[in-house]
């Protein structure tokens, strides 16, 4: 009988948190760590063991996943006080599938191979859908052979496991990702808002677009939620402004030209200034409706 691994997971959020109770339901033995005592309590009740550190965490596993909002919450797990590389040992394999800068990713893997462990950058694609049902899209940058042998953990969270490239290249993955996702977002709303205005009904405009060579997941998922006015939070207003924040930061890195991402953003940001940092990022097509003084869907009397 092969004995699998035992997995550390640090960050139990709206992601992090179903993610990790997928690896314990495929039978790994799980160890989990978070700044919020209530997701550790529900893992710990569910079959986890919990840790009072990212240090202790390493120390008591053999792999290391991490699940957090943004670059500074993931260096403060992986190299701060009681951080995860003070308790690491050589040949241990860390996986981070935060989405942080690809610059941040490459610092953090040097000083992983300083301890000699390995980091692989392996941000996912799919909200929080995908970490429910397992079909996450993970991307990877970093070494290939560490890769292959986490894989086995990873395909309890992901469908999809693509190697990228070398580190931080499932990072500037992501980044190209959430450019997609952000700039369809703005021109499905755009689209939707121009058919009301016009007169047109936009659920029939949406219906029509889905057969033809517009169609999207965005213009099916995303344009369903602007009609519906379905605002529960899946993926927060704020983490889509960081995100795109990540993409400019990779664009003046690389030396790519972003403008439609810049404008975007500042949408994002439009919103953030609103008070809506929490709640669901569909919520951009409130600020074209404002603008053209026209709503998607008739006021109820």
Sequence with gaps: MITKPTVGFIGLGIMGRPMALNVLRAGYPLVVYDLMAEPVQMLVE???QAAISPQALAAQV???LLCLPDSPDVCAALTGPAGVLSGVRPGQIIVDMSTISPVVACELADAA?????ILLDAPVSGGEVGARTATLSIMVGGDAAALAQVRPILATMGQRILHMGASGAGQVTKACNQI???VTMEAVAEALVLAAKAGVDPAQVREALLGG???SKVLEG???RYLTRNFTPGFRTRLQYKDLNIALEAGRAYGATLPATALVQQFFGALMARGAADQDHS???TIFEELANQTLTPPTT
């Design 46 to 48: 569910a079959g986890a």
């Design 62 to 64: 053999e792999v290391v």
């Design 113 to 117: 191979a300083a301890q000699g462990a």
């Design 180 to 182: 997609a996702i952000a």
């Design 213 to 215: 060579y517009a169609y």
């Design 222 to 224: 995303h344009g369903e």
């Design 283 to 285: 919520l951009l097509v």
